[in-house]
């Protein structure tokens, strides 16, 4: 236990790309660019769902839920890489870099729920219409999204106090942008073999249990879209889900590919690239995803712009 705590270090350093000077400049305009789409398009669908009263539903309740973790996922990593992108010690403090870890952790295992549970609500909307209401009630709405927001931060914690248990012998450069898991496992100076095998099993719950309910449900709802006897019927029914499933495949594949395989498979540039994708594109394209193959949202966006019209004049 001495060694463990001897070997906590009061700061990280946030090693980036930072052998690659040249890439800092175009990077920090990406970054930025991206947190300000990520930002105004995830608020905008936030506001147009709380403000129109079309949009009161399940649906778009689950989806004003995953647009509020992806901002605070964003904002909990990218103000901290860009700071370090314009300085000469890029680095982030003990307390900090924990921070850091528990809250973009919890969020991405709150996300693998919602998109779960946002399967669940098409399954139920499609397979069983007639019950909708009936099952898919204001109370059961807020228990799943509950339930989402408080397994991942559970989970969270679980899974960074043992990580933050692993000896680190001194070494505080982590070869990332930010404090995520798998980049400070590379930093142990023992054996994480036991741990990596702990790890995996937790993740079971909140990746591949998730994806499989998704499978199971997209199954179901071919099977009654393929059964609509109107095209228009069909189209906007595999519209609505389409932008679901394009959702989930950006989000689990990456998310799969950085947890679900040990550290040392992955390289050092590899594992940076395919977190910089779900950890600020996917959030950005989330809101594009929705607005641009949603009729509803397009149409919501249309009313509430017509009515900050008529106020103006």
């Known amino acids: 236990m001495d060694k463990v705590n001897e070997s906590i270090p009061w700061e990280f350093i946030l090693l980036g790309f930072s052998d690659r000077p040249w890439l800092e400049l175009p990077l920090f305009v990406v970054f930025l660019v991206s947190y300000i789409l990520t930002m105004f ?21 689950f989806l004003t839920n995953l647009s509020l973790v992806d901002l605070c996922y964003t904002t909990s990593i990218v103000p901290q890489m860009l700071v370090n992108i314009c300085s000469t010690r890029k680095v982030i403090s003990y307390c900090g870099c924990v921070a850091q870890l528990i809250i973009s952790l919890a969020l991405g295992c709150t996300e693998c729920l919602l ?134 495949s950006l989000f689990y594949g990456t998310a799969i590919y950085m947890y679900l395989q040990p550290p040392s498979s992955t390289s050092k540039d590899q594992g940076k690239m395919v977190s910089l994708f779900y950890g600020i594109i996917t959030p950005m394209l989330n809101p594009l995803i929705y607005t641009l193959r949603n009729k509803d949202v397009k149409e919501a966006f249309k009313r509430l712009s017509a009515r900050v019209f008529l106020i103006k004049k």
């Not at 079309?54 to 649906?59: A, F, H, R």
């Not at 669940?120 to 009630?137: E, G, K, Q, T």
């Not at 023992?190 to 099993?201: G, K």
Request: include cysteine; glycine fraction near 4%; proline fraction near 4%.
């Open 115 to 248: 998109l779960a549970v946002m399967s669940f609500d098409r399954f139920v909307a499609i397979c069983r219409p007639l019950h909708y209401s009936v099952l898919m009630n204001q109370r059961l709405c807020l228990q799943l999204a509950a339930a989402s927001w408080i397994s991942g931060f559970s989970n969270s914690v679980l899974q960074s106090s043992l990580a933050l248990q692993i000896p680190l012998c001194g070494h505080i450069e982590v070869d990332h942008f930010f404090c995520e898991i798998p980049a400070l496992l590379k930093l142990s100076c023992v054996d994480i073999t036991a741990y990596e095998a702990e790890a995996f099993f937790i993740c079971v719950p909140f990746l591949l249990l998730p994806l499989t309910l998704i499978l199971i449900s997209y199954t179901f709802i071919v099977r009654a879209v393929l059964k609509i006897q109107s095209a228009e019927g069909r189209q906007k029914a595999f519209g609505i889900c389409g932008s679901h499933l394009i959702v989930v």
């Open 41 to 61: 398009g995830n608020l905008a669908i936030i506001l147009v769902a709380h403000l129109d009263s079309k949009l009161y539903t399940p649906m778009y309740f």
